[in-house]
């Protein structure tokens, strides 16, 4: 039997408990002897919200598929156990193996919002880890960031040995042959570090000297290690038929934030919203074939006994294939007591007709985001909408049975006046 991390007096005194014990279905167990390299892949949030990022699923998967890589999944302690484990000086562990963090090769760990930064340093204090990488030896992991806050990794780049920028399915699999070829000769960290630095879209801080102006904002970037190169290029999946995707989600024990399968059916995004970070980071648009992605519906509602799935991207009514996917869930799955859910799409007469079919009218809202009430706020923004065409939608949803709209705005923009603040109200009052 696995022996877990926390015993059962500190189990029992905690909050959730689940969150820190793994072995959920469809978690991956391996021989520790008979891996070349350990990857603690950490997302740094609490459990719920960790186990609902696509992306850490997507990663976990593809690595587990090596059979030389044992990926193992770590989230924040919530505030309760993080006490506890202070106070009785219990190293952070990943919970497959239950083992210490500190003994892993890597630790990936995934920054998709600034409000998380602290708990990477949680994360790592917790683990024994040395916050600043410079003080780390090979007795630490390799401490890895990826996810959208890397492209703009300055405020964190002390504490990293390097930056994954990019798409995880791209150069992963060199990091860890040069890895496992540096370690095999008995090279140094730093020689790994120089090695890695030569792959394309990852940054190593340690290489590099930054200058700042007076208001923080950075003067000059310039190499410092001939391995280096003077500018690091994010990296892209061309071909999202050539990526695998996890047909065998991990099923928590409790319940989670996106607590069903998740479908991504398309990265990137056609608009060009200015203040939308991801349209700009998941460039170009990228589809799933639809074939593929029935196959996959099929597979992991079997392989996880969810009883919701729901379509990922950032746009989907953009998917040109969405009409024929959406048909064919309903058909395959309605009666079969699954939910389908159909977020991000735009409020049009396809959208309102299947969202009828898939939801109880009378008990759901419909969501816009005209994101600005002026006309001219919404042209700065660039966020291509005009008044008639969120009224028109607003009609038909109303028409079509809905009698709740919920709105999104942004205050604050660049340029906003007192103007363009009232015509919020304004403009919720017409519709
Ligand atoms: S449509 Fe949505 S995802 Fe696309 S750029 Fe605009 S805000 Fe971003």
Redesign the pocket.
């Known amino acids: 039997m696995r022996k877990l991390a926390l015993n059962d007096e500190i189990l029992l005194k905690i909050e959730k408990p689940a969150r820190y014990i793994g072995g959920e279905v469809n978690s991956v167990m391996k021989d520790k002897e008979q891996v070349d390299i350990r990857f603690a892949m950490c997302f740094p949030d609490v459990y719920e919200i960790g186990m609902s990022h696509l992306g850490i699923q997507i990663l976990y998967d593809m690595f587990n598929r090596r059979d030389d890589v044992w990926c193992e999944r770590v989230y924040s302690p919530w505030t309760d156990l993080d006490k506890v484990m202070r106070e009785e000086k219990i190293p952070l562990f990943a919970l497959e193996s239950q083992d210490p963090v500190r003994e892993f090769d890597f630790l990936g760990i995934t920054i998709q919002y600034e409000m998380c930064y602290t708990n990477i340093l949680q994360v790592l204090d917790l683990s024994g880890i040395p916050l600043d990488a410079e003080e780390r030896t090979w007795e630490d992991p390799i401490v890895i960031g990826g996810g959208p806050c890397t492209y703009n990794p300055e405020p964190l780049a002390e504490f990293f040995d390097l930056f994954y920028i990019g798409e995880g399915e791209t150069v992963y699999d060199r990091l860890f042959d040069v890895y496992k070829e540096v370690r095999a000769r008995g090279g140094s960290r730093q020689e790994f570090l120089e090695a890695a630095a030569e792959i394309e879209g990852i940054y190593v801080p340690s290489f590099y000297e930054t200058t700042y102006h007076e208001d923080g904002t950075i003067r000059s970037f310039d190499p410092v290690n001939p391995h280096a190169k003077p500018v690091v290029h994010k990296q892209v999946v061309m071909e999202m038929q050539d990526t695998t995707y996890p047909e065998k989600p991990v099923v928590p024990f409790i319940k989670v934030t996106q607590d069903r399968v998740v479908m991504e059916i398309m990265r990137g995004?056609i608009?060009?919203?200015r203040f939308?970070q991801?349209?700009m980071l998941y460039r170009p648009t990228r589809e799933r074939d639809v074939e593929v992605l029935k196959d996959y519906a099929y597979k992991m509602l079997r392989n996880t006994g969810h009883e919701e799935i729901s379509l990922s991207s950032?746009?989907s009514s953009d998917y040109s294939e969405l009409k024929e996917l959406v048909m064919f869930l309903i058909e395959e799955f309605k009666d079969k007591g699954i939910n389908i859910s159909l977020p991000s799409l735009r409020i049009d007469a396809f959208s309102l007709d299947v969202m009828g079919k898939v939801q109880d009218i009378r008990k759901s809202s419909l969501t816009f985001a005209p994101e600005a009430g002026s006309q001219r706020m919404r042209n700065v923004i660039n966020k291509g909408l005009t008044e008639e065409m969120i009224l028109d939608g607003a009609g038909q949803a109303f028409e079509g049975g809905w009698n709740k709209v919920k709105l999104y705005f942004m205050l604050g923009l660049p340029t906003e006046t007192e103007e363009d603040m009232r015509a919020i109200p304004e403009l919720a009052d017409k519709i």
């Open positions: 995004c608009r060009g919203c939308c991801a349209g950032l746009s």
